[in-house]
């Protein structure tokens, strides 16, 4: 019964690869998102989606893609993978309705990928 | 955009002291202010929140407050237990979809 959910836990990979990680949220949230964690540990934010709008950090890379086949996942692509992109990655999701006001975001467990 | 600065990034203390973090942020319109705790290899998990028309929330040992026309807050730990030790971080809202920015983070040691 986790609230928030990715799969899989750890993914280990070449450089120039394409690698997915999945999102589950079972809370009925409208809103999700993905955060990238660097071995810094500093937390950025990646993507926010509902069913409105993407918005996307102008940062990311565009070999990062977020798809949502449905409102309860939101699942990260990324393409040609490169060293850099070696982090911990989480999802997370919230009640927010795509206005200005905040709600609680509840992380999942994380990714830990390895470009090698 | 949004900058949230958090200090220190690093504190010490002894069982049973009080522990202070101090974040400011930039954005007159941010609305939401959470405190995340994250424990080794797991994520973020939510300690407590305040929201901008509140100055002050307390739960048990945490404590946060809020200045908004300092654009600072801060959250107070006492009594600090071995198991308080862990990051934490501040965030404040940006933007809409209820975007948060992160601080970059406080390593809490309690020695017993």
């Known amino acids: 019964d986790t609230a928030v959910s990715q799969t899989p836990k750890y993914l280990v990979t070449q450089m120039g690869n394409d690698k997915s990680i999945k999102c589950e949220q079972n809370?009925?949230?409208?809103?999700m998102y993905w955060y990238k964690q660097d071995s810094k540990k500093f937390l950025k934010i990646m993507f926010s989606y509902n069913n409105k709008e993407l918005i996307i950090n102008e940062t990311v890379p565009n070999r990062f893609s977020p798809k949502s086949p449905d409102k309860a996942h939101l699942n990260l692509h990324i393409n040609s993978l490169e060293l850099g992109d070696s982090a911990v990655y989480f999802c997370?999701?919230?009640?927010?309705?795509?206005?200005?006001?905040?709600?609680?975001?509840?992380f999942g467990p994380g990714t830990r990928l390895l470009v090698l | 955009g949004e900058n949230v600065e958090q200090h220190p990034s690093t504190l010490s203390v002894q069982e049973g002291d009080s522990a202070v973090i101090k974040c400011t942020y930039s954005d007159s319109a941010s609305n939401y202010f959470p405190w995340y705790k994250q424990e080794l290899g797991k994520g973020p998990q939510l300690i407590i929140d305040?929201?901008?028309?509140?100055g002050e929330k307390k739960d048990q040992r945490i404590a946060v407050t809020l200045n908004k026309t300092a654009k600072h807050f801060s959250l107070h730990i006492t009594e600090t237990q071995p198991e308080d030790s862990a990051v934490y971080f501040c965030?404040?809202?940006?933007?809409?979809?209820?975007?948060?920015?992160f601080g970059k983070g406080t390593k809490l040691s309690v020695k017993p």
């Open positions: 305040i929201r901008s028309n509140v």
């Open positions: 809370l009925g949230h409208d809103t």
């Open positions: 965030a404040a809202t940006w933007g809409s979809q209820g975007n948060l920015i």
């Open positions: 997370a999701s919230s009640q927010a309705d795509g206005g200005l006001v905040g709600e609680t975001q509840y």
